[in-house]
């Protein structure tokens, strides 16, 4: 069974068209389906995107992005690397249809559409996910990286897909209530006004302007993926003001103090950037979803890369799921990519394919594709990317009120004049509860975002000491501010786990759809080489990363059936 593409995708269709006039899924039911060969593969949980080998007590460090120093060995002195195997690339040894190059979403989902082709997936982490990566603690699966996405409407597209993934039944909806911390205490119903006394109607006038726009009976939703040409002159005005200068004209002048604090901080923790530094085009994108219903899953996002990566195994083989495989030359032949890697035994390999994704950040393809175009490269050079890390906390017992997401406010002022100094201070943003969408669990998860939105904080991450000082940071705000809040004692943490994420966000910056720099680089290489990744639009979104493996899985099977 394969996914036929009927029409064209963007970020909203993904989240809400239904089959009939829209996006057309083609799926058959696998529910129990397994086959017999599969018993007999390697483990998939050895290379699942969700840990769930940690025990009680997980080693002191940082999990995610543990070990960028392998990768950056290679790629950023590629010469050196090969001088030590003696400057010698290998006659390819294996010869396929497609290799799919990164095993995050983008990845995993062209990979899933196009199984019947039995590609090669090479993901340069110990395990598949990209961003979407989770691990578990007394049965409880929680995200580490992304965490949700948008509830499908009933019988959409998305839905069918997720069912197919054997989702649908997995999922819990966050609900009403928008809780939010302020100087201390925990409040609800943030848009209502009820924050504070002054400034009642301007929280009126922008939450109904969000509404309106998602509800699609006020300004048209800026469809990004833009694929609809008479959208483009829209989308390309809104991209070209920040999200900022775009609501103070909404609201008719500055921003409340308050709301400011909520929409500024909303930006650090989803974009990894300022009101200032989004585009109003993919600031309304994201804001305006959050109007609709937010969809959790145990494991967040990395359940559907885990099902995905299932999938794939059952109709294929793990003897193509390849992790540890460090892809450093992709070179266009005559007929067809040579792909080139150092596998998990530092063994240099080579693959001859037919076609090749490049499901990897920009920067990191602009180091590995031999004659990339320069107008490429210079699109690659403006798209900058961001960190955040994630704690998460271990609590023995339950919360008195569960809720989706806390937003910390503190005094619900921002200090535009020492941005770092305000992102210093506050550190953690939202409070996540993990195991939302695990509510028979007797124990609990916070997830702690904290986003870095400046450029330059890569450095910070990775110097020797890093972890000790990020944790102690972490533990005096749980211990000292979340905990009590929430009512729970310091003596019922069971364990603190730290992600660290060097650059999972591509920076919607202001102008980058406008100049047509998306165009430049999701353009096929050679007709042999795609790139479907989310920074093709320096959009951070699960939506952005499923919706162009969609869109260029039809591309890909035309290739390969020439």
């Not at 949700?148 to 966050?174: A, C, F, N």
């Not at 693959?351 to 590995?368: E, M, T, Y």
């Not at 939202?430 to 695990?438: E, H, K, M, P, T």
Request: glycine share 8%; hydrophobic share 40%; with cysteine.
């Amino acid at each position: 069974m394969n996914i036929e593409i009927k029409n064209k995708l963007s970020r909203r269709n993904f989240i809400r068209v239904a089959g009939a006039g829209g996006l057309v899924l083609y799926l058959e039911s696998r529910l129990g389906v397994r086959s017999a060969s599969a018993r007999t593969l390697p483990r998939i949980p050895d290379i699942s995107p969700i840990d769930r080998f940690l025990g009680d007590k997980a080693p002191a460090k940082f999990f995610a992005d543990s070990e960028p120093e392998r990768a950056h060995a290679v790629l950023w002195n590629k010469a050196s690397f090969l001088s030590s195997y003696n400057n010698r690339i290998p006659a390819p040894q294996e010869r396929v249809p497609l290799v799919v190059i990164g095993g995050g979403i983008s990845g995993l989902t062209t990979a899933y559409l196009l199984r019947d082709f039995k590609p090669i997936v090479l993901e340069q982490a110990p395990n598949f996910g990209g961003n979407s990566k989770g691990q578990s603690w007394r049965g409880i699966d929680y995200a580490i990286g992304a965490a949700y996405l948008v509830k499908p409407d009933e019988g959409s597209d998305i839905e069918k897909l997720l069912q197919e993934l054997h989702l649908g039944s997995k999922w819990r909806e966050k609900g009403d209530g928008e809780p939010f911390e302020l100087n201390g205490a925990v409040k609800e119903h943030f848009w209502s006004g009820a924050a504070q006394d002054s400034g009642a109607a301007q929280f009126k006038k922008l939450s109904s302007y969000f509404q309106s726009i998602w509800d699609g009976e006020g300004e048209p939703f800026p469809e990004i993926p833009v694929i609809e040409n008479e959208q483009r002159s829209y989308i390309n005005k809104l991209d070209s003001i920040s999200f900022r200068t775009h609501l103070e004209k909404v609201a008719g002048g500055a921003l409340d103090p308050l709301i400011e604090a909520a929409m500024e901080q909303y930006c650090w923790s989803s974009f990894g950037g300022t009101l200032s530094e989004i585009s109003a085009a993919s600031g309304l994108n994201f804001y305006c979803a959050e109007f609709g219903e937010i969809l959790a899953l145990p494991g967040g996002n990395a359940a559907v890369a885990e099902r995905l990566l299932t999938k794939i195994a059952e109709e294929t083989t793990t003897a193509n799921l390849r992790v540890n495989s460090l892809v450093f030359d992709v070179t266009v032949t005559d007929d067809g990519v040579l792909v080139t890697y150092r596998d998990e035994k530092e063994e240099i390999r080579s693959i001859h394919a037919k076609a090749a994704v490049l499901a990897i950040p920009k920067f990191i393809a602009g180091r590995v594709l031999n004659g990339i175009e320069d107008d490429r490269m210079t699109a690659i050079r403006r798209l900058r990317y961001r960190s955040y890390l994630v704690a998460n906390v271990l609590i023995n017992g339950s919360l008195d009120k569960e809720f989706y997401d806390l937003y910390l406010l503190g005094d619900g002022k921002i200090n535009n004049q020492d941005l770092v100094g305000s992102v210093r201070e506050q550190k953690v943003t939202d409070v996540i509860l993990g195991n939302f969408a695990s509510p028979t669990s007797k124990d609990t998860v916070l997830t702690l975002y904290r986003g870095f939105p400046y450029d330059g904080v890569r450095a910070e991450l990775y110097i020797p000491g890093s972890y000790e000082r990020f944790r102690a940071e972490f533990e005096t705000q749980i211990f000292d501010q979340i905990l009590p809040l929430l009512k729970l004692k310091k003596g019922s943490v069971v364990d603190i786990r730290i992600a660290r994420w060097g650059h999972p966000l591509p920076l919607a910056a202001t102008g980058l759809i406008a100049e047509g720099v998306p165009d430049t680089l999701r353009k096929p290489f050679k007709e042999k080489v795609f790139f479907v990744e989310q920074d093709n639009w320096a959009l951070p979104a699960f939506e952005t990363a499923v919706g162009e493996a969609l869109h260029f899985a039809p591309l890909i099977r035309k290739k390969l059936q020439a």
